[in-house]
């Protein structure tokens, strides 16, 4: 028997064996949007016979894949299921599961009944179809730190203080790393609101946990607990 819906995963067996790697994702609470997104896969709506199962869209796809990415196991095909190039990105081919009356805590409205993930507003990419996530942005100068949401600015001297000083919190995410790059620091200091990689390569802090490597050793990209969307 095969399993037309869920890319990589063809057999029953197949399908017997990948359960738990379901549930574990599922039971981690990693993304709001995990439940909906399998259930799409594993309990398709009845197709009229002869029709193709409608898989979800291609950008749930992309917000559960990278809010569960520490779970995502490259085992069984696994993987292949959150590959979301396998998924269509018009909703005339595909269930838009982030369109209904309300969005997520988590989620922010683009205004025409679908949701995307707060930390997609602002990122320079256009999310919702009517751009409505790139307007109005709040831009920081050298001296300041980006708040994860986007809203506001905070010093950078804030940054890693032991205090949320920005509403999501995410001035006080991935510190650890920066502490260790800055015990390895080099004598000569690097400019203010910089830190010296330990090949003395100085960088900002919007430059960790950014997704790029910026040190040669890759220090800036190591433990991060989250990834910036490129």
């Known amino acids: 028997t095969s399993i037309p819906s869920l890319p990589g995963i063809s057999t029953m067996e197949s399908l017997r064996e990948a359960m738990p790697y379901f549930e574990l994702i599922l039971d981690s609470g990693c993304s709001q949007r995990a439940r909906q997104f399998l259930c799409t ?4 709506e009845c197709q009229p016979l002869g029709s193709s199962v409608t898989p979800p869209c291609r950008n749930t796809c992309k917000v559960v894949a990278e809010e569960c990415s520490d779970f995502i196991i490259n085992i069984l095909d696994l993987s292949q299921i959150f590959k979301c190039d396998n998924y269509p990105d018009s909703e005339d081919e595909c269930i838009n599961l982030a369109r209904g009356d309300q969005c997520f805590s988590k989620e922010t409205s683009c205004g025409d009944g679908s949701c995307i993930p707060k930390r997609w507003k602002c990122n320079g990419v256009l999310d919702c179809k009517n751009g409505i996530d790139e307007v109005n942005c709040t831009t920081c100068n050298k001296y300041q730190y980006a708040c994860e949401s986007k809203d506001s ?3 950078l001297e804030w ?8 509403e999501d919190g995410s001035d006080e995410i991935n510190c650890h790393q920066e502490e260790e790059m800055v015990m390895h620091s ?3 200091p690097c400019p203010a609101g910089e ?36």
């Open 159 to 166: 940054r890693c203080d032991g205090n949320a000083d920005c």
């Open 186 to 188: 080099h004598a000569s």
């Open 195 to 230: 830190l010296r990689c330990v090949d003395g390569r100085c960088i900002t802090l919007q430059q960790i946990c950014d997704g790029n490597k910026d040190c040669s050793d890759g220090a800036d990209e190591a433990n991060c607990r989250i990834q910036y969307k490129s």
């Open 41 to 44: 896969l594993l309990e398709p």
């Open 153 to 155: 600015c905070i010093p």
